[in-house]
């Protein structure tokens, strides 16, 4: 069990580690010293009170979206619609407080409300593969990666018809006074980090510390088993379609009011798929997909001073994101397999008999 456990924590840090082997490998045949671009990558990223603002910033996102991932793949259900809830989340956000600040009602309890709305909004957009999943046996994978498209165009329509800035594609900005504040004013991460980290920690606690929790992770563990131990499975897996959608749509509502401040073509793409690779590699644990999201936002956000140090192209960056993904999702399938526990079993009583 031991080895178990110290598998899910030794397999990610493996891989991470060949990714960047791998990433300086391609570096060197770049022209580059690997060295000379990881130290910009890092310096980029956390080197300065500055760099160290953006990652959060970036990181954002990211978190509400592993998190999102990470809730309803706990209960054994596929939620790919992450993208879409986000995006629910930030319309809402902007639809609302473009409508109030015409009537000239601005304010911090607007920036709540829209908060709020944001997250209903996801969580709404969560219900729909949720429902069809429980009452018709659909396959949410394929509803809820279809219902991404449908938020994205729905989201075109309002800044391309319904609220255009004039000629330009794109919605006026949110009132200054409705918007998420930064945490600290000279830094570019807002309130939103600070949101996100903490739902994370409840989210935590209420998986890993209470009997509802408990269900939730049982029926994740075993459907059938939970289903004869008396729990309600198909209701847990329908609550848990609608939270892991309003956490998606918090992270969207969060990121308009305190980031982007509009609807633009483009906002929020791909942050879904990147959150269930984030929680993948968190091992479904809140705090884990925390820290992997602020890994990934570092990759990125270093990269562009790495490009300008060196000249190593920003893409270098997104190959070893990839390679850490794919890496770590063969790395814990493999110790999943019967072979490997079987070599685990000789290892063990080996060392017992010596």
């Known amino acids: 069990m031991k080895i178990k456990k110290a598998s899910g ?13 791998i990433g300086g490998i391609i570096m060197a045949a770049l022209g580059a010293n690997p060295f000379e671009a990881m130290q910009y990558l890092i310096k980029g990223s956390f080197g300065t009170i ?7 910033n970036k990181a954002t996102p990211l978190i509400f979206c592993g998190l999102c991932a990470c809730f309803a793949y ?3 259900v596929f939620n790919l619609g992450g993208e879409g809830q986000f995006l629910c989340g930030a319309m809402t956000a902007c639809v609302v407080a473009l409508l109030l600040g015409e009537k000239g009602v601005e304010g911090w309890l607007i920036c709540l409300l829209c908060l709020v709305l944001g997250t209903i909004a996801g969580g709404i957009w969560g219900f729909i593969p949720g ?5 018709r046996g659909q396959n949410e994978m394929i509803i809820s ?13 309002i800044y391309t018809n319904w609220m255009r800035d004039a000629s330009v594609p794109q919605t006026l900005q949110v009132p200054q006074a409705d918007r998420l504040g930064r ?4 830094l570019r991460f807002t309130w939103g980090f600070a949101i996100a980290v903490a739902v994370g920690i409840l989210m935590w606690i209420f998986l890993f510390k209470t009997s509802a929790g408990f269900k939730i992770r049982a029926v994740g563990y075993n459907m059938t088993a ?4 008396g729990f309600p499975v198909k209701k847990l897996m329908f609550v848990s379609f609608i939270v892991s959608g309003a956490v998606a749509g918090l992270g969207g509502a969060a990121e308009l009011m305190g980031t982007q401040f509009r609807l633009i073509n483009g906002f929020g793409s791909g942050y879904g798929f990147d959150g269930v690779a984030m929680a993948l590699i968190g091992q479904l644990n809140p705090v884990a997909t925390i820290f992997v999201a602020i890994f990934f936002a570092a990759l990125r956000v270093g ?3 790495m490009q300008a140090a060196t000249g190593v192209p920003t893409s270098v960056s997104d190959i070893i994101q990839a390679l850490v993904i794919i890496f770590t999702v063969a790395g814990l399938a493999l110790v999943q397999l019967p072979e490997f526990e079987a070599f685990r079993l000789r290892l063990t009583s080996g060392k017992k008999e010596a």
């Open 145 to 157: 990666i279809m219902l991404n498209y449908v938020a994205t165009l729905f989201m075109g329509v």
């Open 131 to 135: 429902i069809l999943k429980i009452t």
């Open 303 to 305: 990269s562009t001073a």
């Open 183 to 186: 945490i600290f004013p000279k």
């Open 50 to 56: 500055n760099a160290l603002g953006n990652t959060l």
């Open 9 to 21: 924590f030794i397999v990610p840090l493996l891989s991470i580690l060949l990714a960047f082997i």
């Open 74 to 76: 706990k209960c054994g």
């Open 226 to 229: 939970s289903r004869f131990n």
